[in-house]
DNA sequence: TCAAAAGTGTTCAGGGTACACCCATGG
DNA sequence: CCATGGGTGTACCCTGAACACTTTTGA
């Protein structure tokens, strides 16, 4: 460690994670009522102080792997948010990620104790800080994934109906999509196979059920709606 | 300021600057000999430590101001790098930029006084740390920005010729373009407006200038390539 | 007169979009 | 038997890509 840096500002560094999940068929993000000042009791995207034995990365899987007990998640960067008070408690720089997670698989019991809440897209609640910027550009970059890469996968059960699909598709880019196109394109998508089951939950005539394949996907890399 | 923050780490918080130039019709970017250890002597992006009276915009926007005399420069985030041992001095997380400068305008003398040189795309040195990775993710995110945002024009001169600007796409993006194609889609983008002069110098039956038009942008928002 | 860059339209193929009806079944 | 969601093919348009020759003029 040299002796140059001394003299220059330090400043704390935070993640806050923007946490997509697919809730009873509702596009939903994980937010927590913050349990300290500033802004304590307000809502707040999920996240925490980096530390020192941290990378930025690994500081986001924990924080995430604390509030969902899952481990091994889709989660990319969104950016860095640095304004002077953003946070009217101290200097603090925070680095914004969103994630896709299973719903299904992740822990409720975790969730509960961080006192975490799953709210529909359609229904955010304010936010504290600058988090609805985070929100904002997070959704952003989910939508310019969504059609080009198999993300929206991650976020449905192991089997799925292509109408389930569709649907998902549609809240996330926010626009209607015609059914035989997207089938179409679902059918060219040769990393979305049939599992030859049924599902007879949602339909009187059941709906074929497929499954992701990324290994598949891994060698076609076809993927395009 | 409350205290509940006491207790977590604090880093320093650097931004790093992709510097993109066009230095006689070349692709260039501007790099400096690091100044101290770690790594004195070696290539680097321009870059510097965070104050704390600066939101890390305003430290990036310094830092080019410093450098090149210009304070109005297109700069975009790229994110944050914050492996832990990215900077072996000490921890430090970076948040790293590109920008854009009309290389006519800048200052040459402060470039020299801070060390900076102008180096060829094509002639990159090793770089230092994790600038690689700056490197690369800047120039991926200036490529897609590239076809469909009128950015590449800040890099020009004030008034250029049709002729300037395909070669600049074409070093951009890294492949040849179709002439006539190219010329097509530049006449429908209305921003880009004939001056009435003539480029005598870069051919013998001279080219026709052109001059892009913000204004004109703004209204149309068209600019397709 | 020749070398060097400027300038100019058309054709074709492929992809994206729009669109309507029958099927299977549980209640 | 009917209401509900599942499943299927085609026609058109438009955008993107390929392509070659004439013009001007300085050396």
Redesign the interface.
Known sequence: ??D??KG??????SVDCVVFGLNEGRLSVLLTRRA???GQGRWSLIGG?????????TAAHRVLSELTGLDDIYMQ?V??????ERDP?????S?AYYALVNFDAHDRRKVEEHNGAWVDLSELPELVFDHPQMMAEAMARLRTRFLTEPIGLTLLPASFTLSQLQALFETVLGRPMDKRNFRKRAMEATCIEPTGEKDRLSSKRGAALYRFNPEVYERDRKFKF
């Open positions: 460690m040299t140059y840096y220059y500002g330090q400043f704390y560094v300290f000042d500033p102080f980096v530390r020192p034995t941290e990378s930025l990365d960067q950016g860095a948010f640095g304004e002077i408690g101290a200097r603090v720089v680095v």
